[in-house]
Every structure is written in structure tokens, then in C-alpha cells.
């Protein structure tokens, strides 16, 4: 289920990625507005350099939520990435465990070599 919900987020991420991309490209900039000021827009100084631009606009009030809603988006996909509970802790816990003979009866332990000579070793 985790892998399904990340997907999901996922793809609204890029697609709202996309529309901020395309709603910045449609916005008229305001460094457009500062040739106007000094007389370059034909129209004389309408308003000031930096003037007031009125009210916010549907494109930049549209661009400020679907920015709230890719940062929103992107701390869900850190959040949904960081949770990766099912993945094995130690190497060993994949491993599969050791099977016992085929036909039942297990062989007996051969004893350990001594080659050390501690049987000497005076107690």
C-alpha cells in the first residue's frame, strides 16, 4: 500500500510542478512595468517604479496555491520515503535457514581435533 500512495503523490508532484512552471511562463513580470515608468511604454509614467500592482491577479493567486500544494506535496514524499519499515534490518534476516538431511536422520558430530598440546599443561 505504501509503494501504491507514493506513486500517487508522486504523480501529483509532477503535474503540479508542471502547472507552477507554466502559470510563472504566463505572468506578465514586472520588470516590464519599469520601461513604462521612464516613459518607454508610450503611455507616460503609469504609476510608480516599484508601484502598486493592484490587487493580486487569478494567475499569481493560482500560482501561490498550487506552490503551497508542491511543497506540501514534497514533504509528503520525504515523509513517505523515509518510511521504509519492511526492508530487513541486518543482512542475516533474508538468509534461509539451514535444512536438516533428506531422509530424517542427522549425522553424528565428529569430535574436534586436538592438535594443542594444553593436555600437557601440568593442573
Do not use: W
Not at 516590464?32 to 516613459?39: C, M, P, T, V
Amino acid at each position: 500500500m505504501g509503494s501504491y500512495v507514493f506513486s500517487i503523490v508522486l504523480t501529483i508532484h509532477v503535474l503540479v510542478g508542471l502547472a507552477v512552471i507554466g502559470l510563472v511562463l504566463m505572468q506578465h513580470g514586472k520588470g516590464a512595468d519599469a520601461g513604462a515608468a521612464f516613459g518607454g511604454g508610450g503611455g507616460g509614467a503609469s504609476g510608480s517604479l516599484f508601484g502598486s500592482s493592484g490587487s493580486a491577479n487569478f494567475l499569481s493567486r493560482t500560482t501561490a496555491l498550487l506552490a503551497t500544494v508542491f511543497f506540501c506535496t514534497s514533504l509528503g514524499l520525504a515523509y513517505l520515503a523515509g518510511n521504509t519499515s519492511s526492508a530487513p534490518r541486518s543482512v542475516m534476516e533474508g538468509a534461509a535457514p539451514a535444512s536438516a538431511p533428506a531422509d530424517g536422520v542427522q549425522a553424528p558430530a565428529a569430535p574436534p581435533a586436538d592438535d594443542s598440546k594444553s593436555g600437557a599443561i601440568p593442573k
